[in-house]
């Protein structure tokens, strides 16, 4: 039995890093310059919530498949970010159930991850203006941040629905 829920939780988050990648190829808008609307943060919400902290591979592996094989890069500093999103969304989803939490966890963890930490990290590796790589990337952490509430809404129908898959 216990291999059966092994082999069964790493289907589960193949499954998410598969839907994070091709979400994230598929419907990834232009807002300004380089900031893009990016759907697999809809699929990073949903398993963070579904899943708790299981969801962070899907977060971390997805980006580190999307950005290697559609940009030809591995985005270090932005699986950084991720993992802070991460931990953080999935330590508040599972202490409550009231969307205001959950969303504020959202909001203020891709502020930290991906527009202070992650920018920060980028501007010292390549050697760019902090300031300014902080305000792109609050720019960036607005444009992640509405996938993943709307992923809150998704993840929510689904466990209406009642799903066999979802334990």
Not at 87 to 93: I, K, N, P, Q, R
Not at 107 to 120: A, E
Request: net charge positive.
């Amino acid at each position: 039995m216990i291999s059966l829920i092994k082999t069964k939780r790493i289907v589960q988050i193949g499954i998410g890093v598969a839907l994070y990648v091709v979400l994230s190829m598929l419907v990834n808008v232009p807002i300004v310059g380089h900031v893009r609307f990016d759907a697999g943060y809809i699929c990073f919400a949903v398993y963070l919530d579904l899943f708790g902290w299981w969801g962070i591979i899907v977060g971390v592996l997805g980006c580190f498949i999307k950005g290697y094989v559609s940009d030809g890069w591995v985005p270090f500093t932005w699986m950084v970010g991720q993992t802070i999103v991460g931990v953080s969304c999935s330590t508040v989803f599972a202490k409550t159930d009231k969307p205001f939490w959950k969303i504020a966890a959202i909001v203020v963890s891709v502020i930290v991850g991906i527009g202070i930490v992650s920018s920060v990290m980028s501007a010292l590796i390549f050697g760019q203006s902090i300031p300014m790589k902080i305000g792109r990337g609050m720019i960036t952490a607005a444009a992640d941040s509405v996938p993943m509430i709307v992923g809150l809404f998704v993840s929510k129908q689904l466990k209406k629905s009642g799903l066999p898959y979802i334990e």
